[in-house]
């Protein structure tokens, strides 16, 4: 191998490090945006230290040469930054799953908000069916003629009424566990598939 073909190759091998140093360095920016942006994690202690700290970790001190490296990596390093700045790497499969898990978080919001004001109404018309059953047994009990043991008789109706309206409750919410339950492993199933497809 000969001089001029060694350093040839030597600035191709430099030239393919730094293109995967400045997609690695544009791919961390974009990670550290989206941290910043969560609502949580941007609120962090250590998060602030980590950005604003801005000393160098090495202990030992740096000579000349290291000195001028840094000054003309941190001018191409700043030339980089404005040209990749303007750069948006994003990756379908995660921006498809993120929105999936948002459009599924939202619908099952919904749906629990709807299955909360149905258990809602069931309760509150046992509770009326109780009411009115407790006021015609009190009222079938205080006689014993025809229209009183007729109270008494609607009486036990909207006892057994209310009854069945707790056990169609019952099984509403056995319903909503094993729809559940279904959600989560018909989840898990596609998210194998998935996976299976990627290897």
């Given at each position: 191998?000969?001089?001029?073909?060694?350093?040839?190759?030597k600035q191709e091998l430099e030239a393919e490090y730094l293109a995967i140093f400045k997609k690695t360095v544009a791919m961390h920016e974009v990670f550290l945006c989206r941290v910043a942006a969560h609502p949580i994690l941007r609120k962090d202690l250590n998060f602030h230290v980590f950005l604003e700290y801005n000393q160098d970790l090495s202990v030992r001190g740096k000579n000349k040469k290291e000195k001028l490296e840094d000054f003309f990596?941190?001018?191409?390093?700043?030339?980089d930054g404005v040209i990749v700045s303007g750069v948006k790497d994003v990756d379908d499969f995660f921006e498809h799953e993120r929105t999936f898990l948002v459009e599924y978080h939202n619908r099952v919001k919904?749906?629990?908000?709807?299955?909360?004001?149905m258990t809602r109404s069931h309760k509150n018309?046992?509770?009326?069916?109780?009411?009115?059953?407790?006021?015609?047994?009190?009222?079938?009990?205080?006689?014993?003629?025809?229209?009183?043991?007729?109270?008494?008789?609607v009486s036990e109706l909207f006892d057994?009424?209310?009854?069945?309206?707790?056990?169609?409750?019952?099984?509403?919410?056995?319903a909503l566990i094993c729809g559940l339950i279904w959600?989560?492993?018909?989840?898990?199933?596609?998210?194998?598939?998935?996976?299976n497809e990627k290897a």
């Open positions: 191998m000969t001089k001029e073909e060694f350093t040839k190759m990596k941190n001018m191409v390093k700043s030339a919904d749906a629990s908000a709807k299955s909360d004001k018309v046992a509770d009326d069916y109780n009411r009115i059953g407790s006021s015609l047994y009190a009222l079938g009990t205080q006689d014993s003629t025809d229209i009183c043991k007729f109270f008494l008789k057994k009424t209310r009854v069945c309206t707790m056990q169609q409750r019952l099984c509403v919410n056995k959600v989560l492993l018909d989840g898990v199933f596609k998210q194998c598939v998935v996976w």
